[in-house]
């Protein structure tokens, strides 16, 4: 079936409920496991049927922001969701109290029924108005980026427009780009500031309307994170300060020294050869052409996977005004299907944001006969290493994109993947910082940034040239702080596995892919921690395990420790 084909149907709140609460009282009222489970069975379809029509709705909003047919219907699902969550929560309530629990973990296994029990602790009805609130107040931010043009060069330009321009050749172009993207957060520095300061606010009424201090422990039960807490977070990211920044230094101390400068200014950041970065060759069609190939040599399922989503419309990659920023792979549960929706801007990031999608596509694929959604869904820390080890698994396939530049490519990918990790860790304390203070100042958020910046990134310098960046405002471009709070740092994680994969590859790259494989199919069904060590990867969080992966980098990156 094409993308376009599928019918939208608008789910009625009044309908939903009726059958949402006929399904629980026959849960409910289950003397025997066989009937309980087939009214457990019936919920699930219902929740797929909601996910399907919601996720179609986002998907053909973002792809269309300015269409008023999907904006409306967007605005319906921001102020339902929170209702539907409510009747999921109520499942929940009736899985755990009901007598059947040994068979449940034995069918549906342990990860399920603890879902169960933690999403009975992260939801409150008096949570609805808040959560309604937050949804709003998200795609406000998203429609506000979204639609917004910037003047450079004559042209009016998206923000992934303008910023392919970080790293042209030419150093004034590179420093009028960025010079009109500073100028750009100084005009977002208003509404988007104020923006967040009440989202800060009802995220902390809602973390406190279900008996916490801050939001800070319910965004943990409601990212899924069953088996470690906040502070084994803080150590992970002490090993990345320890172990990650440090060689950070020595990648910019050696990009200064090969495009021929003596330090590494913001201006330069994105420059990496002095020929120019390596940006991949054709059109956004021909790139689909070169990466249907691709996947048709490394595997035979990820081939006909990829083949079968070209061909029907479940690919929307190009930048457009109006169009929502960023990317993402979304499911259409009823359908089987995954959908990627990028920005390309003919740089190098076209091709690493396509790889990392079509393995978030990858494992929705390997899932997708799952018996309960709720098997499928892994936490996205565990999400997101499907997606960042796919981008090193196609690494052998880069001649067909950057062809003479394929090996110019991997390195940058490689160092960019070290120094991405600072960075999402810096996110993530700023986050924690926010909520733990939720009454800061628009200014006082903008000093922990930069207080940040030099704990995390110092070698980050702005030349004196960008006062908004210099200030600490570069949060503002940066969506999951609005909308997905507290998913950064599983990028951070993810990424360190997936650079344990990089290095096992060198050595046994088919074993290596066999572990890969079984982590995308196993999905939701193991705890994260459970899913690294079945797939022989190591815990992130375990002292020592940090400098383990970084290590070789070293030498691959050609570097003295």
Same mark, same amino acid.
């Given at each position: 079936?094409?993308?376009? !084909? ?15 609460? *006929? ?7 289950? @003397? ?39 904006? +409306? ?43 169960? %029990?933690? @999403? ?6 008096? /949570? ?6 937050? $949804?709003?107040?998200?795609?406000? =931010? ?10 450079? $060069? ?22 009028? &780009? ?48 069953? +088996? ?19 060689? @950070?230094?020595?990648? #910019? ?38 990466? #249907? ?26 930048? #457009? ?12 549960? $009823? ?12 740089? !190098? +990031? ?6 990392? %999608?079509?393995?978030?596509?990858? $494992? ?23 997606? @960042? ?16 530049? &394929? !090996?110019? =490519? ?23 910082? /926010? ?8 200014? !006082? ?17 702005? +030349? ?27 990028? &951070? ?15 046994? #790259? %088919? ?30 969080? *375990? ?19």
């Amino acid at each position: 079936m094409r993308f376009d !084909e599928i019918e939208y149907r608008h789910i009625d709140q009044g309908e939903m409920k009726n059958e949402a609460e *006929r399904i629980l009282r026959l849960i409910k009222g289950a @003397t025997d496991f066989d009937s309980f489970a087939a009214a457990v069975l019936e919920f699930d379809r219902l929740e797929r049927d909601f996910s399907t029509m919601s996720s179609l709705c986002q998907i053909r909003h973002s792809c269309h922001t300015d269409d008023d047919f999907y904006k +409306d219907e967007q605005a319906y699902y921001d102020n339902v969701e929170p209702i539907f969550i409510s009747y999921y929560v109520e499942f929940c309530k009736a899985v755990v109290a009901s007598p059947f629990k040994e068979q449940v973990v034995q069918r549906w296994g342990e990860r399920f029924y603890t879902v169960c %029990e933690y @999403t009975i602790k992260s939801f409150d009805e008096a /949570m609805i108005p808040f959560m309604q609130k937050e $949804n709003e107040l998200a795609s406000e =931010y998203q429609r506000l980026m979204s639609q917004s043009q910037i003047e450079f $060069n004559g042209e009016k330009l998206t923000l992934p427009g303008l910023m392919s321009f970080f790293s042209d050749p030419d150093r004034e172009v590179r420093k009028g &780009a960025i010079t009109a993207f500073d100028g750009f957060l100084h005009s977002l520095e208003e509404p988007v500031g104020e923006l967040f300061d009440q989202l800060v606010k009802v995220r902390t009424q809602m973390g406190k309307a279900m008996g916490f201090e801050t939001y800070t422990p319910l965004a943990y039960i409601l990212r899924g994170r069953y +088996d470690y807490d906040k502070e084994a977070v803080k150590a992970f990211r002490d090993q990345v300060v320890k172990e990650v920044v440090p060689l @950070t230094g020595k990648i #910019r101390a050696k990009q200064a020294e090969r495009i021929g400068v003596e330090k590494i200014t913001f201006t330069d950041s994105s420059f990496e050869f002095p020929q120019g970065n390596p940006r991949p060759e054709g059109t956004v069609e021909e790139k689909i052409e070169t990466a #249907r190939k691709m996947y048709n040599d490394l595997n035979p399922a990820a081939g006909e996977l990829f083949s079968m989503m070209a061909d029907s419309g479940l690919l929307d990659l190009e930048s #457009r005004p109006n169009k929502a920023q960023g990317g993402y792979c979304s499911e259409l549960a $009823n359908y089987g299907l995954p959908f990627i929706f990028a920005n390309f801007n003919g740089t !190098e +990031d076209d091709v690493e944001v396509l790889t990392h %999608e079509a393995g978030h596509g990858y $494992n929705a694929w390997c899932v997708r006969d799952f018996e309960l959604a709720a098997q499928m869904e892994a936490g996205m820390e565990t999400c997101e290493i499907h997606s @960042t080890s796919m981008e090193f698994f196609t690494s052998p396939y880069m001649e067909l994109f950057f062809g003479e530049r &394929a !090996e110019d =490519y991997r390195y940058a990918h490689l160092a960019s993947t070290v120094m991405a990790i600072a960075y999402e860790c810096m996110v993530d304390e700023f986050q924690e910082k /926010m909520y733990e203070s939720p009454d800061l100042t628009f200014a !006082e958020r903008k000093a922990v940034w930069h207080s940040l910046e030099r704990k995390y990134q110092p070698d980050r310098d702005y +030349d004196g040239l960008y006062p908004t960046l210099e200030s600490g405002t570069y949060w503002l471009r940066q969506l999951h702080i609005f909308m997905y709070p507290f998913y950064y740092i599983d990028y &951070a994680l993810a990424s360190v596995s997936a650079l344990d994969f990089s290095n096992r590859m060198i050595s046994d #790259r %088919e074993e290596a892919w066999k572990d890969y494989d079984k982590l995308c199919h196993i999905g939701g069904k193991l705890f994260y921690r459970e899913a690294l060590a079945e797939c022989g990867l190591k815990d992130p969080f *375990r002292e020592g395990s940090l400098e383990m992966i970084i290590a070789p980098l070293y030498e691959q990156l050609g570097l003295e420790k």
